[in-house]
């Protein structure tokens, strides 16, 4: 069965950080690209940022030079440091697979306090 599952959200400090991980199980073949996603109460899903196996990263502005993304292709995993939060980054992030399809994962509760 094909399942993204991400882990290390939780509650932090303004200028805190968090590491979050999405590993992908069920899944035999390397993935293009896989990347991170939130989305706020009452706001639309949006991009954080994105990397492919060849570690080409996309980052949205709000988040370039705070987020760093990652990737250990031999896992199918994939991770973003997020330093500096502020509590305009509380969201559920979500995990992302392109495999000719977006797979999503089922999210984890980022909640920066100020």
């Known amino acids: 069965q094909l399942q993204l599952a991400e882990s290390g959200g939780g509650l932090v400090q303004a200028g805190g950080s968090l590491r979050l991980s999405c590993a992908a199980s069920?899944?035999?073949?390397?993935?293009?690209?896989m990347g991170w996603y939130r989305q706020a109460p009452g706001k639309q899903r949006e991009l954080v940022a994105t990397?492919?196996?060849?570690?080409?990263?996309n980052y949205a502005d709000s988040v370039k030079g705070r987020f760093t993304i990652s990737r250990d292709n031999a896992k199918n995993t994939v991770y973003l440091q997020m330093n500096i939060l502020n509590p305009g980054d509380t969201a559920v992030y979500y995990c992302?697979?392109?495999?000719?399809?977006?797979?999503w994962g089922q999210g984890t509760q980022v909640t920066v306090s100020s």
């Open positions: 990397i492919t196996s060849g570690g080409t990263t």
């Open positions: 992302n697979a392109d495999l000719g399809y977006g797979l």
């Open positions: 069920g899944i035999r073949v390397s993935i293009n690209r």
